[in-house]
């Protein structure tokens, strides 16, 4: 029973935090990230939102520290990143382009 709760808690953050982010709601996207840390510490996706909320703070160091610990938690797919709109500054970016190469 107890799985099944934070798998609920899991995807209500990943959904809100989502939501949050792209409506520039970032205070809210703070909370659902941390709540959805504790919930669901092995997910990639948690840290893949962190570092989309990084970059809209203008946060890019903090940003590619989440985003290597997506890798880490095993996100592998290198489009992802390539096609999500809020990663785009980041794309120029050495350690960017260091952490797609080890993607591969």
């Known amino acids: 029973m107890d799985e099944r709760l934070l798998g ?3 995807l209500a953050c990943y959904s809100i935090s989502n939501n949050a982010i792209h409506q520039k709601n970032f205070s809210l ?8 840390k504790m ?13 989309c909320l990084f970059v809209s703070e203008a946060k890019d160091a ?10 880490e938690l095993g996100l592998h797919d290198r489009q992802k990143l390539l096609n999500e709109p809020m990663l785009q500054p980041l794309q120029a970016d050495k350690d960017f382009q260091t952490l797609l190469s080890q993607m591969q």
């Not at 996207?29 to 959805?36: N, P, V």
């Not at 903090?62 to 890798?71: D, K, P, T, Y």
Request: charged residues 25%.
């Open 29 to 36: 996207a703070e909370k659902m990230l941390a709540i959805y």
């Open 8 to 10: 609920f808690i899991s």
């Open 62 to 71: 903090e940003a590619l520290q989440s985003l290597n610990r997506a890798v």
């Open 39 to 51: 919930a669901d510490p092995k997910n990639s996706d948690q840290p893949f939102l962190e570092a």
